[in-house]
Structure formats: C-alpha cells, structure tokens
Nanobody
Framework: QVQLVESGGGLVQAGGSLRLSCVVSGRTASNYAMGWFRQAPGKDREFVAA????????AYADSVKGRFTISRDNAKNTLYLQMNSLKPEDTAIYYC?????????????????????WGQGTQVTVAS
C-alpha cells in the first residue's frame, strides 16, 4: 500500500515562495507517476502539476506555469512543488497523488481520476 504525506504548507505574503514536499512510503516512488492538485474553499479540486515516473517530463496548469516547478528525487522517495511568486488565488489545500506507471512513453497524468493514491493535503494560504 502506498502512503503519501505532504508537508511544507503555511502562510506566506503575496509574491513569496513555498516548497511543498510529499514523501512516499510503502512502495518505491520510482514506480509511480505523480502529481499535485489543489482545492480552494468552495471549489472543486483542480490539477496543478504532474511528472512522469523518472522525472523526464512534466506538465502544468496554465494558472501556475512559469511560477511553479514540480520535481522528484526517487532516491529520497520524495516529490516536490516549488511555488514562487505566490498569489492570493493560490490559496488552497494542496494534495499530492500517485499512480503506478512504468510506461516510458506515457506523458504526465493530468486527470484526477487516474490517480489511485492521495495524501491528506497541506494548507497553503497567501495573504494579499
């Protein structure tokens, strides 16, 4: 069973930065494609960023492109999300997700329903 634990959320001023981490336990992280999603109050959960199992390719929502960077360190079983130039509209609970994938040609997974494992979330609040 895969377990995901996020950390790194908090309160930050607009324009600031945060780095989220997601530690994978129970299985080897390198066997899994992973992604970040977020859910703001009163809104549906939405895609933020995704990365292939080997970190070779990544994808981003238009709203975060150029400001957020997804990366992974499979030796540490950890997924990251570096968030720069944060805006109040980035305020949300951020979730990491994983799904088994060793297909070399499969692109980053953007669809929530394709992920089998989810963390409990970490709150990010951006003050204006």
């Amino acid at each position: 069973q895969v377990q995901l634990v996020e950390s790194g959320g908090g309160l930050v001023q607009a324009g600031g930065s945060l780095r989220l981490s997601c530690v994978v336990s129970g299985r080897t992280a390198s066997n899994y494609a992973m992604g970040w999603f977020r859910q703001a109050p009163g809104k549906d959960r939405e895609f933020v960023a995704a990365i292939t199992w080997n970190g070779g390719r990544s994808a981003y929502a238009d709203s975060v492109k150029g400001r957020f960077t997804i990366s992974r360190d499979n030796a540490k079983n950890t997924l990251y999300l570096q968030m720069n130039s944060l805006k109040p509209e980035d305020t949300a609970i951020y979730y990491c997700a994983a799904t088994f994938s060793l297909t070399a040609t499969r692109p980053p997974i953007l669809t929530e329903s394709e992920y089998n494992y989810w963390g409990q979330g970490t709150q990010v609040t951006v003050a204006s």
